[in-house]
């Protein structure tokens, strides 16, 4: 168990400077994803530990749509104070599980691992229920058009079936060699 320290000047608790919060050591029956296919996923976007919302990749059909998922834990980086006894996904990083999955999708378009993308414009965000702790979130993606370096798509983020957010956003692609060993 790693004792927090208090830092009184900014009211805060720290964790030791030795403390490691990677790698974690699951069995392998626990595990979301195999070690092989966490490495190609690493691989393949631009977002290394913690900032990564994919824990599997339920299907895809090739450059056309995907199907992600991330279970949400207590202990996302993203809940600490968002909010104080009611923990809620941020609805920023619901975006951002949709445009990690776009970027999953625009990889199968280019040689794997070796397109980033920035996000250009959101059209169109609607948050429908919260995300909590516990919840599976399923990332729903179809690219609907590509004209040059700027592809559109339509995202939904599911929560036991029913939809906890939506949006139409467009990214641009850049070429280059991405990736992060772990």
Do not use: C, W
């Not at 964790?15 to 393949?44: C, G, M, W, Y």
């Not at 948050?127 to 700027?150: A, I, M, T, W």
């Not at 956003?169 to 280059?176: D, E, G, M, P, V």
């Amino acid at each position: 168990m790693t004792k927090l320290k208090r830092n009184a000047a900014a009211g805060l608790f720290t964790r030791p400077s030795n403390f490691r919060r990677f790698p974690i050591h699951t069995k392998p029956e626990e595990a979301s994803l195999d070690r092989e296919k966490l490495k190609e996923v690493f691989h393949r976007l631009s977002h290394p530990f913690p900032a990564l919302l994919i824990d599997r990749i339920f299907e895809t059909e090739s450059g056309k749509r995907i199907r992600t998922v991330k279970g949400v834990t207590a202990n996302e980086f993203f809940l600490s104070g968002h909010f104080p006894g009611e923990p809620i996904m941020p609805g920023v990083m619901t975006l951002e599980g949709m445009i990690q999955s776009a970027l999953l999708l625009m990889d199968e378009l280019y040689s794997r691992g070796k397109v980033a993308g920035s996000l250009e414009r959101v059209d169109r965000l609607k948050f429908k229920r919260p995300v909590v702790p516990g919840d599976q979130v399923e990332f729903q993606v179809q690219l609907l058009s590509q004209e040059n370096h700027l592809y559109k798509f339509k995202g939904k983020a599911l929560v036991e079936g029913a939809t906890a957010a939506e949006a139409d956003f467009t990214l641009k692609a850049s070429i280059r060699e991405v990736g992060f060993e772990i």
